[in-house]
């Protein structure tokens, strides 16, 4: 069975960085491309980074250009999603997802001061 | 950056009924190998997305075939027939066709 779960969420203030994990299980990892996508309260998806098979490749739209990091582990069967200079506007569930198919449950994000 | 624009329903619908959920892109969706690149999602209350169809009209593992999709380049619908209380929430297409991805607003579906 195909297992995504989100960790590091929480509560942090304008400017901070946070560190977002998504461990993987029941699917070879490394076999897939893995995304974020994100949703603020109340309102539709956005999606906010993309990594390849083997984190040679990534992608983001502008709205996180330059602030945050996908990374992955394939030893480890994680993905990463490093965000600096949080903005309140980046408050959202946050989820993983695997090609899109699966998705994990999702990991909380406020920014507020 | 390509725009999704999502139609509205005429909620509710009766359970049994059919549904048409619409989707427009500004450009395209086919790429040279001749898929379109398009993606049905249905997120249910408290729930995350689940994906419905991929590449248009194919559907995911473990949909129902009651889910199809349908579709040109730039004009897409997905078409749930005889609704069931279960099939409630916000659907979503998406474009995979290019960087940026986007999504579209959602389309509320309730049910009689």
């Known amino acids: 069975e195909v297992q995504l779960v989100e960790t590091g969420g929480g509560l942090v203030q304008p400017g901070r960085s946070l560190k977002l994990s998504c461990v993987a299980s029941g699917f070879t990892f490394s076999s897939y491309w893995m995304y974020w996508i994100r949703q603020a309260p109340g309102k539709g998806l956005e999606w906010v980074s993309s990594?390849?098979?083997?984190?040679?490749?990534?992608y983001y739209p502008d709205s996180v250009k330059g602030r945050f990091t996908i990374s992955r582990d394939n030893a480890e069967n994680t993905v990463y999603l490093q965000m600096n200079s949080l903005r309140s506007e980046d408050t959202a569930t946050y989820y993983c997802?695997?090609?899109?198919?699966?998705w994990g449950q999702g990991v909380m994000v406020t920014v507020s001061s | 950056d390509i725009v999704m624009t999502q139609g509205v329903l005429p909620n509710p619908v009766p359970s049994g009924e059919s549904a048409s959920i619409t989707c427009r892109s500004s450009k395209s969706l086919v790429y040279k190998d001749g898929k379109t690149y398009l993606n049905w999602f249905l997120q249910r209350p408290g729930q995350s997305p689940q994906l419905l169809t991929y590449w248009m009209s194919t559907r995911a593992s473990g949909v129902s075939d009651r889910f199809s999709g349908s579709g040109s380049g730039t004009y897409f619908t997905l078409k749930i027939s005889r609704v069931r209380a279960e099939d409630a929430g916000v659907y979503y297409c998406?474009?995979?066709?290019?960087?940026?991805?986007?999504f579209g607003s959602g389309t509320k579906l309730e049910i009689k």
């Open positions: 997802a695997k090609s899109f198919d699966y």
């Open positions: 998406q474009q995979v066709r290019e960087y940026p991805l986007t």
């Open positions: 990594i390849n098979t083997d984190g040679g490749s990534t």
